[in-house]
Nanobody, 124 residues
Framework: QVQLVESGGGLVQAGGSLRLSCAASGRTFGNYGMGWFRQGPGKEREFVGR????????IYASSVKGRFAISRDNAKNTMYLQMNSLKPEDTAMYYC?????????????????WGQGTQVTVSS
């Protein structure tokens, strides 16, 4: 059984930074793409970015490109989301997800395992 556990969320002022972590267990981590999604109050789940199994390929939503960076340490079975220049509109529950394939997807429907989420709140 695959388990994903996010951590690192919290309250930060606009312009600040946070780093989220996603610790995975249950399958060979480096064989699978991973993604980050978020869901704000009253909003639909939104793609943030994804990373391939070995980390050589990343894709970001336009709303976070240039501010957020996804990385992974396959030796530690952990994926990261570095968030800089945070804005109030980044406030959301952030989820990591594991894909059944190597590259992942921008569609949440293409992921088969999810973490429980970690809350990020950005104050103005």
């Amino acid at each position: 059984q695959v388990q994903l556990v996010e951590s690192g969320g919290g309250l930060v002022q606009a312009g600040g930074s946070l780093r989220l972590s996603c610790a995975a267990s249950g399958r060979t981590f480096g064989n699978y793409g991973m993604g980050w999604f978020r869901q704000g109050p009253g909003k639909e789940r939104e793609f943030v970015g994804r990373i391939s199994g070995s980390g050589e390929s990343t894709i970001y939503a336009s709303s976070v490109k240039g501010r957020f960076a996804i990385s992974r340490d396959n030796a530690k079975n952990t994926m990261y989301l570095q968030m800089n220049s945070l804005k109030p509109e980044d406030t959301a529950m952030y989820y990591c997800a594991s894909a059944p394939g190597y590259f992942g997807s921008s569609s949440w429907k293409q992921y088969d395992y999810w973490g429980q989420g970690t809350q990020v709140t950005v104050s103005s």
